[in-house]
């Protein structure tokens, strides 16, 4: 028996009774999209996240790109962010043409390293996309105060990190807007595509909703011209019933994260460090090994699924030739991109799994001697 990477389904077990009926409701129902499940799931998310408004959406990227719209970000501007992150941030970016420009992260936490922020602030630069990359927060007050001065927008990307907090402040109410994913995989994931902007701001709010649905402000009315973006009933209803679980499922990655941590004392590898401002909540359970194409596919050869997040950094893709960057422009994100390594991390992942992970890696350590 191997070890996944992710274990979808002894998630899905328990709940299995619970999450049909609330589909058996909705199709006999038949109201499909924003509806009861949206709205009350908009309300509690926006609880969970500790803000005012939470706007429900197709899926992270679209939260992304709906934030920037909503903000007036476009043509002619530059977003600062990392290129150490899934190619989505960068995406929403573009999709709004503005250009990403990207800062390199701190080689210890592996997010955004903010003092070297201000170094790449321009006239055009309008907004700022701080990334909460594997569950880590960004060191956000010194970010928070440079914007501040600059008078840039703050939109967290916190598709890795719901329910991970800054200084004791969840993450996505600490910018002007918070985006969030549901991709089957997050900590908290749907069973299909869906998204989350939360805000503080009515305002922003409002226009958001308009946006994700055609601009509609009444049945055939458009204010906007707005975009097909809006959140089904059947995901909602999911995402309800598992967020009541999130926080003591956060709880269980950081347990596994430490217990990790503390077997692979010794092993020749990085293991994660949690800044100490934060809390971390371990979307994935990251290690930096030398030799790591190898490490995986002994690993693999075991049985033991890993994963790489991210080979090629953004700033590398051919998707982003046209802005520019060369190799060496980002060591510290280059030399990670190249040792990273995701162990696999669930909540449901058991102490004896994870020491079969870590005496895999020692005996394949030593069998390179
Ligand atoms: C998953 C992810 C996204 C995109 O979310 P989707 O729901 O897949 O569109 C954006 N940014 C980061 C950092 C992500 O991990």
């Known amino acids: 028996m191997g070890i996944p990477l992710v274990d979808l389904r002894a998630e899905y077990e328990p709940l299995k009774d619970q999450i049909r009926e609330s589909f058996d409701e909705i199709l006999d129902s038949m109201y499909l999209f924003l509806g009861n499940n949206v709205q009350a799931f908009e309300q509690e998310f926006a609880d969970f ?11 992270g990227t679209e939260a992304l790109h709906l934030a920037l719209v909503a903000l007036g970000i476009g043509d002619g501007d530059e977003v600062i962010t990392v290129s ?5 941030t960068v995406a929403a970016i573009s999709h709004v043409g503005a250009r990403p420009v990207f800062v390199d992260i701190d080689r210890e936490t592996y997010v955004m390293d903010v003092s070297q ?23 956000i007050d010194p970010l928070l105060k440079m914007a501040g001065r600059y008078e840039l927008k703050v939109i967290e990307d916190g598709c890795q990190a719901h329910g991970a907090e800054y200084k004791g402040r969840p993450v996505g109410s600490l910018g002007d807007v918070g985006c969030f994913s549901f991709y089957f995989s997050k900590n908290l994931g749907a069973y299909g595509e869906a998204g989350m902007v939360v805000t503080n701001d009515a305002k922003l709010a409002d ?9 509609q402000e009444s049945k055939y009315r458009h204010r906007i011209i707005g975009y097909n973006s809006r959140m089904d009933e059947l995901q909602a209803a999911v995402l309800r019933i598992k ?25 020749d590898l990085i293991t994660p460090r949690e800044a100490d ?8 359970y990251v290690v930096r090994a030398r030799d790591r194409d190898g490490l995986r596919q002994r690993l693999g050869d075991r049985g033991i699924q890993t994963g790489i997040h991210y080979p090629v950094p953004s700033h590398l893709q051919d998707a982003c030739l046209v802005y520019g960057y060369r190799v060496g422009d980002l060591p510290i994100t280059e030399q990670v991109a190249s040792q990273v390594l995701s162990l696999p991390m669930y909540p449901e992942l058991k102490s004896e799994q994870i020491e079969t992970v870590v005496q895999a890696v020692r005996e394949i350590e030593e069998e390179k001697g």
Not at 255 to 267: D, E, F, H, P, T
């Open 207 to 215: 226009t958001l909703r308009l946006l994700r649905n055609h601009g």
């Open 49 to 59: 996240c500790g803000v005012n408004f939470a706007v429900g959406v197709g899926s």
């Open 243 to 267: 967020l009541r679980r999130l926080a003591e499922r956060n709880e269980r990655r950081r347990q596994n994260a430490y217990l990790y941590n503390s077997l692979l004392r010794g092993v």
């Open 117 to 139: 922020l201000e170094s790449k602030i321009t006239e055009s630069t309008a907004a700022i996309v701080p990334v909460h990359l594997y569950g880590q927060p960004v060191d």
């Open 84 to 88: 150490h992150t899934f190619i989505a």
């Open 277 to 284: 401002y934060g809390r971390h909540v371990y979307h994935l």
